[in-house]
């Protein structure tokens, strides 16, 4: 078995279990509601039935683990949602959605709520509705994201700060120990010490988010 797989594993099961021990913090960050179109048309769902209730859990279960961008991603788009359709339950295939950077763990989580997909349109000569936009970066440590309804298009603008999210040594752990763990030379002890700082991230960013960490701004 490839060795990077290993210690990835092993980071997901520390993560994992660190998150077990949490005591139902996931489920502070809310539930998302969303009807997806497609269930009802191909009939897996009888009429009605089809309004899904997300949570970050669920979004644990697909990506394979919970972390800071996962939960981002939740909560950024929990609350433009309810920006973009007040007092409504959005549908899947509704939106557009453009981002300054490649994110795996960020879009993952986004794209797996929205529907949306990264490229979707590259093949069936299409319109792509999940973007990387250059034209969108910002300050060093920033990432920015855009969405838009299809149907009238309003849209919001979301910068994420990483300069005002994490602390210096978080930001230590997030880049240099978990490079050293992707390259398989982080001892035991900094692995658990990057799965404790992955979920300490994730509180904050759920129970305590610092003042700037996530703006809005409605472009229309």
């Given at each position: 078995?490839n060795?990077?797989?290993?210690v990835v594993?092993?980071?997901?099961?520390l993560?994992?279990?660190?998150?077990?021990?949490?005591?139902?913090?996931y489920?502070k960050a809310?539930?998302?509601?969303?009807?997806?179109?497609?269930?009802?048309?191909?009939g897996?769902?009888?009429?009605?039935?089809?309004?899904?209730?997300l949570t970050?859990?669920?979004?644990?279960?697909?990506?394979g683990?919970?972390c800071?961008?996962?939960?981002?991603?939740?909560?950024?788009?929990?609350?433009?949602?309810?920006?973009?359709?007040?007092?409504?339950?959005?549908?899947?295939?509704?939106?557009?959605i453009?981002?300054?950077?490649?994110?795996?763990?960020?879009?993952?989580?986004?794209?797996?709520?929205?529907?949306?997909r990264?490229?979707?349109?590259?093949?069936?000569n299409?319109?792509?509705?999940?973007?990387?936009?250059?034209?969108?970066?910002?300050e060093?440590?920033?990432?920015?994201?855009?969405?838009?309804?299809?149907?009238?298009?309003?849209?919001?603008?979301v910068?994420?700060?990483?300069r005002?999210?994490l602390t210096?040594?978080?930001?230590r752990?997030?880049?240099?120990?978990?490079?050293?763990?992707?390259?398989?030379t982080?001892?035991d002890?900094?692995?658990?010490?990057?799965?404790?700082?992955?979920?300490?991230?994730?509180?904050?960013e759920?129970?305590?988010?610092?003042?700037?960490?996530?703006?809005?701004?409605?472009?229309?």
């Open positions: 078995m060795v990077k797989y290993i594993l092993f980071v997901s099961v993560v994992a279990r660190t998150a077990e021990a949490q005591g139902g913090l489920e809310g539930v998302i509601q969303i009807k997806d179109p497609k269930a009802l048309m191909s897996s769902v009888r009429a009605e039935k089809d309004l899904f209730k970050l859990e669920n979004v644990g279960d697909y990506t683990h919970t800071g961008c996962d939960a981002a991603g939740f909560l950024i788009t929990k609350n433009v949602l309810a920006t973009l359709f007040p007092g409504q339950t959005p549908s899947r295939g509704t939106l557009r453009s981002i300054s950077e490649y994110n795996m763990d960020l879009i993952d989580s986004i794209t797996f709520i929205t529907g949306t990264l490229n979707r349109g590259e093949y069936s299409t319109e792509s509705d999940f973007t990387i936009d250059k034209t969108l970066t910002g060093e440590g920033t990432t920015t994201l855009v969405y838009e309804r299809r149907d009238n298009g309003k849209k919001v603008k910068v994420i700060d990483r005002k999210l210096k040594d978080q930001m752990v997030s880049s240099v120990v978990k490079a050293k763990i992707m390259k398989g982080a001892s002890a900094e692995k658990k010490e990057f799965a404790t700082t992955t979920q300490d991230i994730v509180r904050k759920i129970l305590q988010l610092p003042e700037g960490s996530f703006v809005y701004t409605a472009l229309n």
